[in-house]
């Protein structure tokens, strides 16, 4: 079955950079677009960014464009988010997802993705 698993989160200052990863197993990686989200407390789940199957394609929620890359690397099966300059509006657990189909493109939404991590927890302190 397919399973993402996330690494990468910690307790960083404001200012400070992170690099997520996640792994992905059981589909064929380098067909699939992917995406990352976050979820702080007490709020909804939210697109942060997507990449394309071939990675030649991004999108961006406008609260990170500038400061957050996402990218991948199809021979290691891992998709990343480069993260910097860091607030604590930042802080959340964040997730990659997977869409159920490979001809899905640059999903924002969450009911476009059918599989999802277990997370990893960014905190920000300012």
């Known amino acids: 079955q397919v399973q993402l698993v996330e690494s990468g989160g910690a307790l960083v200052q404001a200012g400070e950079s992170l690099r997520l990863s996640c792994a992905a197993s059981?589909?064929?990686?380098?067909?699939?677009?992917m995406g990352w989200f976050r979820q702080a407390p007490g709020k909804a789940r939210e697109f942060v960014a997507a990449?394309?199957?071939?990675?030649?394609?991004?999108d961006y929620a406008g609260s990170v464009r500038g400061r957050f890359t996402i990218s991948r690397d199809n021979a290691e099966n891992t998709v990343y988010l480069e993260m910097i300059n860091l607030t604590p509006e930042d802080t959340a657990i964040y997730y990659c997802?997977?869409?159920?189909?490979?001809?899905?493109?640059?999903?924002?939404?969450?009911?476009?993705?059918?599989?999802w991590g277990q997370g990893t927890q960014v905190t920000v302190s300012s």
């Open positions: 997802a997977a869409p159920r189909n490979s001809d899905s493109f640059l999903g924002i939404e969450t009911y476009e993705y059918a599989y």
């Open positions: 059981g589909l064929t990686f380098r067909r699939y677009g």
């Open positions: 990449i394309s199957w071939g990675g030649g394609y991004t």
